[in-house]
């Protein structure tokens, strides 16, 4: 049986965060039996283990949300901000960076996703919506999501 739905094209994606900092964890244990050790105590496993436990949980949590909430995918179709999906036939024209110091009218705009504004480490990405809507896209490489929304639109909307 063969699919007849291929997965989309994806133009551009962003994880939002790597299970690498995992590794936290371990180091942290690993920490806390040297200091043991090195004040005299000997090595005893339960601070050790506390610490190796308690990091990488706290730690799993954390980029497990990041990869729901910060992640971005964009297809020919759709662009995907964290659990937001908008469609790519929504997007009528893609604002140029800002520039200077007076910030454009579209940095107040509502950021996409669930998120209250532009996730930490993110640039917003000035969007005009259909129905006369504003809206930020964003991302840590924002200048290659830029440049693939533009070319979408432009492919679409040819400019004016």
């Known amino acids: ?24 964890g371990p180091l942290a244990g690993i920490s806390m039996g040297l200091i043991q050790a090195s004040a005299g105590y000997g090595f005893q496993w339960l601070i050790p283990g506390l610490f190796f436990v308690l990091v990488t949980g706290f730690l799993a949590i954390q980029v497990k ?15 995907r901000q964290g659990t937001e999906i908008i469609r790519t036939s929504e997007i009528v024209k893609v604002y140029p960076e800002a520039t200077g110091a007076e910030a454009p009218k579209w940095q107040s705009a509502r950021a996409l996703g669930e998120l ?41 909307i040819p400019p004016a």
């Open 1 to 24: 049986m063969t699919d007849t739905n291929p997965a989309p094209q994806v133009l551009f994606y962003e994880q939002g965060a790597s299970w690498w900092w995992l590794i936290a």
């Open 65 to 79: 949300a990041a990869r729901i909430h910060t992640s971005v995918e964009l297809t020919p179709d759709t662009l």
């Open 116 to 156: 209250t504004g532009v996730p930490r480490g993110r640039t917003g990405i000035g969007l005009k919506l259909t129905n006369d809507r504003t809206a930020q896209a964003w991302a840590r490489k924002h200048q290659k999501l830029r440049q693939q929304l533009t070319q979408l639109v432009e492919e679409r």
